[in-house]
């Protein structure tokens, strides 16, 4: 297995330091490992039936379908490209109608098969680079301007913090999208947009982002963090950057120290460039951008035959600039560009040979790479033993009619064209012709000082015969090995030339012989598939032994029927664990793949590629699968079976109902409104009541809900992603809930999240984030001291807030969390009659001097009188909200985020 290579040490070195767009002289290559594929539109299909049309469809695309490819594409790809991850307003969906940023359950996998391949290719010194789309978001619903509810639920993260909302607001629609009908829809419904304009090009049908919005700023940040830090990818493509200001992308690469940022920018070269120019920070480019106008040239040069359009010049492509290459991301054809302005099919090859020669970052597209995977392995393995870099110098070595030729770094020339007759770069002693084909000569520089080997790495039908060749000007022998072993001296020889053929699989390695020393050993690794048949024996134990239904498909079609395949008749005992087995044993030459299903619309997704041998599953009747080994089989344990523990504490310790269902939509407890939770336990030191239910699943999703119907149906948004573990949460019985930690559950009393008087209180001035923290009396009531100093015509001006901003004008971000009076400047009595509070902006009003002040946010409301009358004591007055606070560890924090602190030597908690 790779350890990491040098280049992406450095490209992870660069986010400590400052995003520079793309790394200077870097040499990797891009893979696109996705192309367009039209969702299904079918309001009558099953969820089960939508799945497998996904998977037939999508399946070439999928996170866990990359990730078993680890090991061929990281030996050619530094970068592979994957789609928007995060659920969608369709399903299945291409990602660009994004509904959700921290809920990662999307069509082409979930979180934990994101990080499983994101793991995978970093191991292996490979980057995943991501699709962020940040021009636009949908609602997900028939409501233009109510975005859905996000809670983050993960690692405390640098701007992505455990258990804090990332909710976009109506006030970050941008105050003219879709060309001011969003307006008028939201002035009709009693919404209010934000005041500035867009700061790009219009995207209609979703809800156009305002980017100057702090509220904005703060979730994108968020998101990126958690796509970073969280899932492990290693940066961005960034969809339609036309639609905002550049600024705003070099703002966020900046903060996030994002090493590779590539922005789909479809315009000019000089709108390119100057798109660049925008996203500089302290003077540097802050991200690449796709050289869209090359991809131009070579259309005109390939479809249209005018060869000389490939001529380089200064002007015309960032590829071909002295300054801008570094910055490229040259392609062919990409999601876009394949269905309608692609290059002629039959020019595929020449065209990938033209961007790999080329300085830049060449992005290869997964279609191309498909059909032509062995050429374009040896179009990389030139690009990489001529040593080129994004920064590679370019010489025209000739330009006519019928071709063109170009020399890069010194030691790679390509020839574009059909004029082989006129130039022939090997007429040049030093170079070497290695690949062509219909357009297009690749040469080598002997001055490499290889052996060029005729077959790239792979799976073959054998037998098969490579030709070995030197780059060299010292010598034309090589040795070589076929078990791995390092050649020597001793080894086979062969001259420049000789064919070997190759019946098994075998690791070869090819070092030049120089005066008796073995020099620049090269390896390549085969799998020869001789066509025998073998045996894929498949175990599956159940839950309540019921005999499920066995799918299975391999490259040569079905293998024991078709959809829902056979149900399992053969079944085994363990004699150790008394365990029934059903087994089925499956003949093919090929790679198998297997689905297991209930015969009734109930499956679990694809498993893949199972070679010979024996495989071992638990199966639970509906979409939860569990491998397991033979080893753990036979030791007369238990199967593993994966296990999500739901706690909940509810507002009067009403029993709650739980919906919950999987990604592929199946309803594990019940149709709506799921379980009734039954099962209670009272904590020993808290006295809280929990519910608790424990569910077999590897991932789900839930909703709590009130359990009634119609009008009186009260539930929480979903609560998405959940895998194997506990989790707790406090539901309000109508639509709130929040995610509480263990060890807030254990902590041994009942910890107030904090409330804040705002406004003209003592000192203070109406700053966002600047408060007096009133103090817990007992659960949901609040009480301070407050002297009014009667600044405006001896009165004085104040609300409540849940939530303080990160600056004092950060009113977007506590806008939600603001509770007033019932109508603007309310005027206080004092005459110990509670008055009403409410969520909103609107402020009370009240006389200078020194009061008490009850808040009961139980029964939602507020007594302003006396102190003593009030029951406050002279020590409990309201503190400064600016008052140090600690972590549990110690650690002092300016602008506590959701958690336990230490406030004025008490614990407190921040939701």
């Known amino acids: 297995m790779k350890k990491l290579t040098t280049t992406l040490f450095a490209a992870l070195a660069a986010m400590t330091v400052q995003a520079q767009g793309w790394e200077p002289n870097y040499k990797g290559v891009m893979l696109q490992a996705f192309y367009w594929v039209e969702p299904v539109d079918d309001p009558t299909l099953t969820d089960a039936q939508r799945d497998s049309i996904r998977d037939a469809q999508y399946g070439d695309m999928k996170f866990t379908t990359l990730t078993k490819q680890a090991d061929e594409l990281s030996e050619f790809f530094q970068l592979i490209w994957t789609p928007q991850s995060g659920k969608t307003g369709s399903y299945p969906s291409m990602g660009y109608d994004p509904v959700y940023w921290f809920n990662q359950n999307g069509t082409f996998g979930k979180p934990s098969e994101i990080r499983a391949m994101t793991a995978a290719f970093k191991e292996r010194g490979t980057g995943i680079i991501t699709d962020v789309v940040l021009n636009h978001r949908s609602t997900g619903s028939s409501d233009w301007c109510a975005f859905q509810q996000e809670t983050y639920n993960g690692k405390d993260l640098t701007y992505a913090k455990k258990g804090e909302s990332y909710t ?3 006030t970050d629609i941008c105050a003219n999208d879709d060309g ?8 009709e419904h009693g919404y209010s947009l934000s005041a500035n304009d867009d ?27 958690y796509l970073l830090n969280n899932l492990g990818y290693t940066g961005f493509r960034l969809d339609m950057v036309k639609g905002y200001s550049g600024q ?7 903060a996030l120290n994002v090493p590779f940022s590539v922005g789909e920018y479809w315009d000019s070269n000089d709108a390119i460039k100057n798109w660049m120019d925008a996203t500089r920070i302290n003077g540097e480019v802050q991200s690449g951008a796709f050289d869209f106008q090359l991809k131009w040239q070579l259309g005109m040069a390939l479809n249209d035959g005018n060869w000389q359009a490939l001529t380089p010049n200064e002007n015309t492509c960032l590829a071909w600039n002295s300054y801008w290459p570094r910055y490229a991301v040259t392609f062919v054809d990409n999601h876009d560009t394949g269905r309608e302005m692609y290059i002629n099919p039959a020019y595929e090859v020449a065209a990938n040979a033209y961007i790999l020669s080329m300085p830049g970052t060449p992005c290869v597209f997964l279609k191309h ?23 590679s110098a370019i010489e025209l070595k000739h330009s006519s009619q019928g071709c063109v030729s170009t020399r890069v770094g010194g030691t790679l020339e390509i020839l574009m064209g059909n004029g082989y007759g006129v130039y022939d770069a090997s007429a040049n002693t030093d170079m070497q012709l290695v690949e062509s084909g219909n357009g297009f000569a690749l040469y080598l520089s002997r001055s490499v000082e290889k052996p060029w080997i005729s077959l790239p790495s792979g799976s073959y039908e054998g037998p098969v015969s490579i030709t070995l060749t030197t780059l060299s000007n010292q010598t034309t022998d090589m040795v070589y090995t076929t078990d791995g072993s390092e050649p020597t001296a001793a080894s086979e020889k062969v001259s420049s030339g000789a064919a070997i053929t190759l019946n098994a699989n075998a690791v070869l390695k090819v070092g030049l012989l120089v005066g008796g020393t073995v020099k620049s050993v090269v390896t390549r690794n085969y799998s020869i598939i001789t066509g025998v048949e073998h045996a894929v024996n498949i175990f599956v134990t159940t839950a309540e032994n019921k005999a499920p239904y066995l799918y299975s498909w391999s490259a040569d079609g079905e293998l024991c029927g078709s959809w829902p395949g056979t149900q399992l008749t053969t079944t085994e005992t363990n004699s150790i664990t008394g365990t029934l087995w059903y087994a089925q044993s499956l003949t093919t030459t090929k790679d198998v793949n297997i689905i297991f299903n209930n015969g009734n619309g109930k499956q679990t997704k694809n498993i893949e590629g199972l070679k010979e041998g024996n495989h071992y599953y638990y199966y639970d009747g509906r979409a939860t699968y569990q491998e397991v080994t033979a080893d753990y089989v036979n030791t007369g344990e238990a199967v593993p079976v994966p296990t999500i523990t739901l706690c909940v504490t509810t507002k009067g310790n009403a029993a709650p109902h739980l919906y919950a269902w999987t990604e592929n939509g199946d309803e594990l407890n019940g149709s709506w409104p799921g379980y009734a939770m039954t099962t209670s336990t009272v904590n020993a030191k808290t006295g809280t009541l929990w519910w608790t239910l424990n569910i077999e699943a590897d991932e789900l999703n839930i909703i709590l809900n009130n359990g009634a119907a119609g009008e009186n149906e009260k539930k929480t948004s979903d609560i998405t992603g959940l895998t194997e573990g506990t989790y707790y949460f406090y539901y309000d019985g109508d639509t709130q809930y929040e995610t509480v930690t263990a060890d807030y559950v254990n902590s041994g009393s009942v910890v107030e999240p904090p409330l804040y008087i705002l406004g003209e209180a003592g000192d203070n001035d109406w700053a966002a984030n600047v408060g007096m923290e009133m103090t817990a009396k007992e659960t949901g009531k609040y009480i301070a001291t407050v002297s009014f100093k009667g ?15 990160a600056s004092a004008s950060d009113w977007d971000a506590i806008a939600s969390a603001r509770l007033g009076a019932e109508s603007n400047d309310y005027l206080v009595t004092t005459d110990n009659q509670p008055m009403k509070l409410q969520q909103g902006q609107n402020a009370f009003k009240i006389a200078a001097g020194t009061y008490g002040i009850l808040v009961d946010l139980n029964e939602m409301t507020v007594l302003v009188g006396d102190p003593t009358i009030v029951g406050i004591s002279t020590t409990a007055a309201g503190q400064p909200a600016n008052q140090p606070c600690y972590t549990l560890q110690g650690t002092r924090v300016s602008q506590p985020t959701k958690g336990l602190y230490i406030r004025g030597g ?4 921040v939701r």
């Open 168 to 170: 976009l607001l109506p």
């Open 180 to 187: 001011k009908t969003t307006a008028a829809w939201a002035a």
């Open 199 to 225: 700061t790009g090009e219009d995207f209609s049908g979703f809800r156009d982002l305002d980017h100057h919005s702090q509220n904005t700023q703060r979730c994108v940040k968020a998101y990126l963090d």
């Open 248 to 254: 705003f992308t070099g703002l966020y690469n900046s």
């Open 369 to 391: 790479w498909m059909n032509h995977k062995q050429q374009i392995k040896q179009l990389i393995y030139a690009r990489q033993y001529a040593g080129l870099t994004n920064q």
């Open 791 to 805: 600044q405006n015509d001896g009165y004085s001006y104040f609300s409540f807030t849940k939530q303080l901003g």
């Open 906 to 909: 008490k614990k407190m908690m």
